[in-house]
């Protein structure tokens, strides 16, 4: 027999791939070797024939099955996939994210790998170094959430609900491809860059997350049926405008976890916050778990105890505070302002918005454009990269004031233009329209001025929730 000798003391040379660990008692060695296998074959071809893995080492790697029990303190597996198949990621904001064999088809495909190179939070980078997390994390974690929340409903009323492995299947599939249709550097794309190009254009993220996960189907051929991928892109508009009638769907609670509608709170929110707050230094004092543990099924809505109104008020008072010092940001605007200028100064020649017509184009377009934009020779790219290259030497626009309408001036509030300011300079001072720049921006907890607790259903007392209806629900601010 091979041996090898480590600290004076002689140990057997294993063979084989899977070899039984060995317990080293003497101090690890420095010039230790691990093989590791590699192939260029699928990985799916080898596991099927490779049983150098016993069920013993199966179980020492985390593969365990029971319909009723949940491998950890927070996840449930299917007894009927094959656990060689699933992959689990780690996650920095939830731990371990396990993915079953049907989720992976659509994970390892170019649309949804994509989401790499689109940055959560934009170009809010700039300002807060640590915001380069992508829409990839979040699909995942938003995943997860979706999966966590289906589970616990089907544990606790899961008979008088109804729920089946469909239900958790669809609801889980929503939440992995919700943003797969999103555009680059956040919303920038679809609220500043496209209206300016395509003019009444009412395209949205959401419809094209719907026409892009139909694509994937018929492009990687996945074998799925077609109520499946219906009730998904349903879900995925759940809180859109390309809703369809609640009437017209069966177990509607369902629709609320991924994209809720009704009164804003999803898993969606949940992840991205809590996200967000981590990437960018803040503290998050709202706990997702709390609402994950107590939301219960009553008139076919989600519910909440009443006791957790102020939880609740946290996730919408979180989300507004983001918005006023990330998303927000003066700097922040400044360089969007800077960059949809540069988009709009490119699109002539790169046809950059021609790409949200056909989703076989479309998932090619991402964060990366910049580097396109920067790096091209083309004469016509020139004022683009001048504007890029000012972002880079953080010769920024420059933010000259902002002021906040009134509560009483809302109802019939008309919103500054450039030409306003312009109109009202005096003392001989010139200033052009086009050097001007003016930014409304609206702030609001996901109910434009209404409070969207007033639309929360809670399981005991409802009268609670007039504590904190006097709270600030919407605010305009404009920014010069």
């Not at 091979?2 to 690890?28: M, Q």
């Not at 998303?327 to 969007?336: D, F, M, P, R, S």
């Amino acid at each position: 027999m091979n041996h090898k000798t480590v600290s004076n003391k002689t140990y057997p040379r294993k063979k084989g791939i899977f070899a039984e660990p060995t317990l080293l008692t003497a101090p690890f060695p420095h010039n230790l070797h691990i093989p590791f296998l590699y192939s260029r074959s699928p990985p799916y071809q080898i596991l099927s024939t490779n049983n150098a893995l016993g069920s013993a080492e199966r179980g020492r790697m985390g593969a365990f099955c029971d319909d009723d029990l949940a491998f950890s303190s927070n996840y449930n597996f299917g007894c009927s996939q094959d656990l060689r198949f699933s992959k689990h990621v780690h996650d920095n904001v939830h731990g371990n994210i396990y993915l079953d064999p049907i989720f992976l088809k659509f994970v390892d495909t170019e649309q949804f790998q994509r989401l790499r190179d689109l940055k959560q939070l934009g170009m809010a980078h700039m300002v807060y170094p640590g915001a380069v997390h992508s829409r990839f994390e979040h699909s995942l974690g938003v995943y997860w959430l979706a999966g966590e929340a289906v589970h616990r409903l089907k544990a606790q009323q899961g008979l008088e609900l109804g729920i089946d492995r469909f239900d958790v299947q669809t609801v889980k599939l929503a939440g992995l491809l919700h943003d797969i249709g999103h555009g680059p550097f956040s919303h920038m794309f679809e609220r500043d860059f496209l209206p300016k190009v395509l003019k009444g254009s009412e395209w949205s993220h959401e419809q094209m997350s719907t026409e892009m996960i139909n694509h994937i189907v018929d492009e990687h051929h996945i074998d799925i049926d077609v109520d499946t991928v219906r009730r998904v892109n349903e879900m995925i508009l759940a809180s859109s405008k390309y809703s369809s009638a609640k009437s017209s769907r069966e177990k509607h609670f369902l629709y609320d976890i991924v994209a809720n509608g009704r009164n804003g709170i999803d898993v969606d929110k949940f992840d991205y916050i809590a996200r967000d707050c981590r990437a960018c230094g803040l503290g998050c004092n709202f706990q997702f778990q709390r609402l994950m543990e107590n939301m219960r099924v009553m008139g076919d809505e989600i519910c909440y105890r009443a006791k957790e109104y102020l939880t609740i008020h946290k996730l919408f008072a979180t989300r507004a505070d983001l918005y006023r010092t990330v998303y927000t940001h003066a700097k922040v605007k400044a360089i969007e302002l800077m960059l949809v200028d540069a988009l709009l100064s490119a699109n002539g020649y790169l046809q950059i918005a021609s790409h949200i017509q056909d989703p076989s184009q479309y998932w090619k377009l991402d964060d990366t454009i910049i580097k396109t934009i920067e790096t091209a020779p083309n004469e016509e790219l020139k004022e683009s990269r001048d504007l890029i290259l000012r972002i880079r030497r953080r010769d920024l626009y420059q933010f000259c004031n902002e002021y906040a309408v009134p509560k009483d001036k809302l109802e019939n509030y008309k919103e500054v233009t450039a030409q306003d300011i312009v109109c009202s300079q005096k003392n001989g001072v010139t200033i052009r329209e086009e050097d001007v720049v003016v930014n409304n921006v609206q702030i609001d907890l996901t109910r434009g001025r209404h409070n969207p607790l007033e639309r929360i259903t809670t399981v005991w007392r409802s009268s609670l929730f007039q504590m904190i209806a006097s709270a600030i629900c919407f605010q305009h601010i404009v920014r010069i």
